[in-house]
């Protein structure tokens, strides 16, 4: 199996610049649930674009995500890294996160991915059943075995993601955390269970200087529409007051700019440090207007109106 590219993802975390807008932006979407060739293409357009991530779990598309990208990787060695959660089954439940479960996830993903090391791991749920020492050790002897370059967390809550940073660091190493984040700011009950980066998380991520994976970085598509719409039979968890607000007020921006509201709202997201926007195209030319957001500039005083609006 090829090794991952370290000689791409050395010094990843350390980009903030909008010249690296580029290497920020995470490559996520449907994978293992479409053909392997339409995964593919946007897989290439990515790499070739100078993505340098792609983001999965264990658990997407019933345990055929990682595979899908493995079959990728195998013909593209060495052209991106890989970022991938454990800790749920292929329905989605929470797994006892001890450590020949969180072990034999691993070894799964590694098989699945055909790398020997893998670039990000995180913890895609906490298991308050144990303590985070315990935990910080058992992604620690991953790291030490070879099978993952850097681990962190998902899902977790403030107080434990702020632990696990401490524990992590003790042991010499630094924390990754993945969380939604985008412009527009969720109904939490409509989520599912997952979690936004609410005030409390965010004091965490700047305090101990976390790089965030922000998944739904594009809020489900809903800058790019007009009206309303549900999500698998529930109400759009996006479609607040607030948010209309700010739909509106990047409609107006992206006017004055030349450029789409959707464009302007990831350009937002690029906007804020330590965040690392994680875009999930369905074809390859929804990648190449994403990346265009790298390109919009925003100045504090028009991003500080595009969220507060003031």
């Known amino acids: 199996m090829p090794h991952s590219p370290v000689h791409l993802l050395d010094g990843l975390f350390a980009q903030q610049d909008m010249e690296s807008a580029a290497h920020?932006?995470?490559?996520?979407?449907?994978?293992?649930?479409?053909?392997?060739?339409?995964?593919?293409?946007?897989?290439?357009?990515?790499?070739?674009?100078?993505?340098?991530?792609?983001?999965?779990?264990?658990?997407?598309?019933?345990?055929?995500?990682?595979?899908?990208?493995?079959?990728?990787?195998?013909?593209?060695?060495?052209?991106?890294?890989?970022?991938?959660?454990?800790?749920?089954d292929t329905t989605g439940a929470d797994l006892p996160l001890d450590r020949d479960t969180v072990h034999d996830q691993v070894r799964a993903a590694r098989d699945n991915l055909g790398v020997r090391t893998i670039d990000v791991l995180l913890y895609h749920c906490d298991d308050p059943t144990r303590s985070v020492a315990e935990l910080a050790d058992t992604l620690v002897s991953l790291v030490e075995a070879g099978h993952v370059r850097r681990v962190g967390a998902s899902n977790w809550q403030p107080d434990r993601l702020s632990a696990l940073a401490v524990e992590l660091a003790e042991r010499g190493h630094d924390a990754v955390a993945s969380y939604q984040f985008s412009l527009a700011e969720p109904e939490p009950a409509l989520l599912g269970g997952s979690l936004h980066v609410d005030p409390a998380v965010l004091d965490v991520v700047r305090a101990h200087r976390l790089p965030l994976l922000a998944w739904s970085a594009q809020a489900r598509g809903y800058f790019a529409r007009t009206g309303t719409r549900e999500t698998n039979g529930r109400p759009d968890p996006y479609d607040t007051e607030d948010n209309r607000a700010r739909r509106r007020r990047c409609r107006e921006?992206?006017?004055?700019?030349?450029?789409?509201?959707?464009?302007?709202?990831?350009?937002?997201?690029?906007?804020?440090?330590?965040?690392?926007?994680?875009?999930?195209?369905?074809?390859?030319?929804?990648i190449d207007r994403s990346l265009q957001a790298r390109g919009l500039r925003l100045t504090g005083a028009q991003a500080n109106w595009l969220r507060h609006g003031r």
């Open 253 to 286: 921006l992206a006017a004055e700019l030349g450029t789409r509201p959707e464009t302007v709202a990831l350009a937002w997201t690029l906007h804020q440090s330590q965040v690392w926007p994680s875009i999930g195209p369905r074809t390859t030319d929804q």
């Open 24 to 88: 920020r932006f995470v490559l996520g979407g449907p994978f293992g649930a479409e053909p392997v060739e339409t995964s593919a293409e946007r897989l290439t357009r990515f790499a070739d674009a100078g993505g340098l991530l792609v983001e999965t779990s264990h658990s997407y598309a019933k345990g055929q995500a990682e595979p899908a990208i493995g079959h990728w990787l195998r013909r593209n060695p060495g052209t991106l890294g890989v970022a991938t959660k454990v800790g749920h």
